[in-house]
């Protein structure tokens, strides 16, 4: 058994998963919902004997590399290297791409300038004004170490000196970790937040600059906030400031707040609220929705736009309801939850974290403060009404489920005082103006053809499922044929000839579990259809007792019909 086999051998697949996702038992296998695309209807199968795992829904499957590579993008050494590390297997034999080496360097820059950073921050004369300030805001030394903020100094070459001059890596290198501007530290003047992907490793920089820059300078550095550009392994998209140190809180309270900024996550967890990332700029991504949908049902959203004029905000928002997602919002507008009108969650949870506490508790359903404030700013005149439709039916139209659309229709039809038909009249022209439509069905993974097919498929389902590989009966269709000759000699799928193995394999994933009469149903079946096909297969001329035969062994599987 060669190193990638032994490493896979030792893996539990379920506890893997499960990291990602919650599974329930099945029967032999472990089900839950999909990781890799939305649905609200489990169809994701594990199989802890085969260490295999299949989405029924969009169809992906195969094993533990397979999995760590398609939800954390890593390339295939990374996968092994992380699930040698995982099982306590030292590799001995694997050689890394170029490509993933070069990641592996970056992440090593990244980090070696994570510890310089933090360094100059909270032990060097250099940082005594950036540490002041985040002092000034309220964060305590121990967030300040959790989160491991940094400081880059004032100061064109400081990076490069140490990484090139003493470190020996290349300018090639530091541009490719977007960590250099030409031959120049990107970032300057900055206080530093490292962006950590889901391994807790360091793949970028948020840099804010300090308040007392001048606006010139702060000019020159490039604004106020300056960010990690894209990068082999930097992708803003797929990113969740803080996930790394909150996913456990998140997966236990089964819910997260969504702030904007790095400093309103960090004072959200010093407060307590801890269950919290930070996202950049006002919109969810597709990619961000995914992360949070595998450890939680519900979001809080506190960002500092106003979520209801927001484009951005409205479509981010759209994907996680599309999903599954119960989306809340807090309220800051309250007098009674924000009596002193905090607008930055950061202040809020920094000067009244009991207050913070309350206001993340009492969220409210994204939709009611839809509706609440439009009502706030346009008025229930006429005019007002008419605009809050404008606003709103589009919004409600893209709610995915029915009942709670239903509840909504009927909530804005008592706000604005109308029938709930005149509602739902003006958000059908809404649709119609969209063009929007049903979509039709994929056929990309078509069932077999004919019944014969099908019938061998299900024979070789419940052989595999209840030991009777070894009382399999001849199959005349290619691909079964030949796995069913296979499995009378071994009745071990893992022992399957590659070509035949996986899609083998994937009958085990199956729902369903094997009954003695299930099996001998199936059996006669397929005898039925070998029996039809011999009688039409006969010439006129053929034998009338073979015909006379077959017609009696068919009208004996078909009398209990």
Known sequence: ??????????????????????????????????????????????????????????????????FLQKIEGMEFGEALQ?????????????????????????????????????????????????L????????????IKKFNIGFAPDNWDFLFKFLVGKKKYTLDDLTRAGLAVKNYDRFRNRIMFPLTNGRGQIVGYAGRVLPAASAEATASQGGKYVNTP??????????????????????????????????????????????????????????????LRRICDTIVLALDTDIAGDAAARRGISIADSVGLMVKVINSKSEILNPKHFKDPGDWAVEDPDGWK???????????????????????????????????LPVWANISDEIVKA???????????????????????????????????????LAPSTRREILEEYVIELALKGGKTGELPEMKTDFWGRVAEELVKNGDPRKL????????????????????????????????????EEIKGLSNEGDENQLRGLIKRLSELTKDK
């Open 497 to 532: 000839p590659e070509e035949l193995r996986e899609k083998t394999q994937i009958l085990l994933l199956k729902e369903g579990e094997f009954e003695e009469k299930g099996w001998a149903t199936a059996l006669r079946e397929l005898e039925e259809i070998e029996v039809r």
């Open 1 to 66: 058994m060669d190193q990638v086999e032994e490493i896979k051998s030792k893996v539990d697949m379920v506890e893997l998963v499960q990291e990602y996702v919650p599974l329930k038992r099945a029967g032999r296998n472990f089900k839950g919902l999909c990781p890799f695309h939305g649905e609200k209807t489990p169809s994701f199968m594990v199989n802890p004997e085969l260490q295999i795992f299949k989405c029924f829904g969009c169809n992906l499957g195969g094993d533990a590399y397979t």
């Open 407 to 445: 509840h909504y229709i009927k909530l804005l039809a008592k706000t604005l005082g109308v029938e709930e038909e005149d509602v739902r009249a003006q958000m059908g022209k809404v649709l119609r103006a969209k063009g929007q439509g049903l979509s039709e069905p994929s056929t990309q993974h």
């Open 230 to 291: 894209e990068t082999e392994i930097y992708h803003k998209s797929e990113l969740l400031y803080g996930l790394d140190i909150t996913r456990a809180e998140i997966k236990n309270a089964g819910w997260a707040v969504v702030v904007e900024g790095e400093i309103d996550a960090i004072a959200s967890w010093q407060a307590g609220v801890r269950n919290v990332v930070a996202i950049k700029g006002s919109a969810l991504t597709e990619k961000q929705v995914e992360l």
């Open 132 to 143: 002041e300030y985040l002092k000034q805001r309220g964060l305590s030394d121990e967030v």
């Open 358 to 392: 309350k206001a993340v508790r009492e969220a409210i359903p994204v939709y009611d403060f839809y509706l609440q404030s439009a009502v706030e700013r346009y008025g229930l005149e006429v005019a007002g009404k008419k605009k809050i439709g404008q606003e709103l």
């Open 82 to 130: 992380h699930l040698a590390d995982r099982v306590g297997v030292k590799l001995v034999s694997y050689r890394p791409t170029q490509g993933e080496q070069m990641k592996e360097k970056l992440v090593g820059i990244n980090a070696l300038t994570g510890q310089v950073y933090h360094w100059l921050l909270t032990e060097q004369k250099t940082g005594k004004e950036a």
